[in-house]
């Protein structure tokens, strides 16, 4: 798992492999991850949009960019969290992925960046 704390908001991020909905010998790899956002800031915020930077291992950029997370432009209040589950594929066994969600903060309807840690998209059998 790897965290990182922007402005007062946690987001916490875990990978699988999901080799049932993969196909490597035509350079289809699927990934599964969790992320978790709270809030540990005194006001509560919304998630407005995401910018995701997808990195594979040979060397390609794709960029991601949507309104909210999974159909959803959450209100998380203070000591909340709100937890989604998405999905990546890649041309490869491995890539990595870091990216920003901006925010709004309802109390003063100002605009943040939190930014997303990198985390490695690995197919365990690179590991051996």
């Not at 969290?81 to 003063?108: A, P």
Request: glycine share 8%; hydrophobic share 35%.
């Amino acid at each position: 798992m790897v965290i990182k704390i922007t402005d007062g908001v946690k987001v916490s991020v875990e990978t699988t492999y999901q080799p049932e909905y993969s196909n490597p010998a035509n350079e289809h790899y699927m990934f599964a991850y969790k992320v978790m956002i709270e809030n540990l800031g005194e006001y509560s915020v919304q998630l407005l949009s995401r910018h995701w930077d997808i990195f594979d291992s040979n060397g390609t950029k794709r960029e991601v960019e949507g309104e909210g997370v999974v159909g959803l432009q959450p209100i998380i209040e203070p000591g909340q969290f709100h937890e989604y589950v998405s999905g990546c594929n890649l041309k490869t066994d491995m890539g990595i992925m870091k990216g920003t969600y901006q925010m709004k903060r309802l109390v003063d309807n100002d605009l943040f960046d939190v930014k997303i840690p990198e985390f490695n998209l690995v197919a365990p059998f690179k590991l051996n």
